[in-house]
């Protein structure tokens, strides 16, 4: 007798310009976890870059994504670990929960001054 063949859909956003890149299909033994980084053409950068995964079977949604991405988390395509972004005493958009989220270190007047 076949067994029924599970797919989900998982959708991929671009680490460089935050875009939608191409989504791909998963059976149901290579799901991978939401916020999962897989190198991929990106249509809009024209390049292979780490593109970040969402789908909808995790916890990590666009919404994570984006806050993430705004903030300046991924450098060079790989997101920075918590533990290696610099402790922030400021009140601005990148102080998340005492840490510096920008980890592009862009120096704006109005966010942190590192």
């Known amino acids: 007798m076949a067994r029924a063949c ?3 859909i998982s959708e991929f956003y671009c680490t460089e310009c935050g875009r939608r890149g191409i989504p791909l299909p998963r059976f149901k033994g290579n799901f991978r976890e939401g916020g999962h980084l897989k190198v991929l053409f ?3 950068c024209q390049k292979e870059v780490n593109h970040v995964e969402i789908t909808s079977r995790g916890s990590y949604t ?5 806050d993430e ?6 450098v ?3 997101r920075v670990p ?3 972004l610099p402790f922030c005493n400021k009140e601005c958009f ?9 980890a592009k270190m862009i ?3 109005e966010e942190c001054d590192l």
């Open 69 to 74: 991405f705004s903030r300046g988390r991924f």
């Open 94 to 102: 990148n102080n998340v929960n005492g840490r510096c989220w920008n």
């Open 62 to 66: 666009y919404q994570d994504f984006y």
């Open 76 to 78: 060079n395509g790989e």
């Open 107 to 109: 120096k704006n007047v």
């Open 42 to 44: 990106c249509p809009h």
């Open 6 to 8: 599970t797919m989900k």
């Open 82 to 84: 918590i533990k290696d």
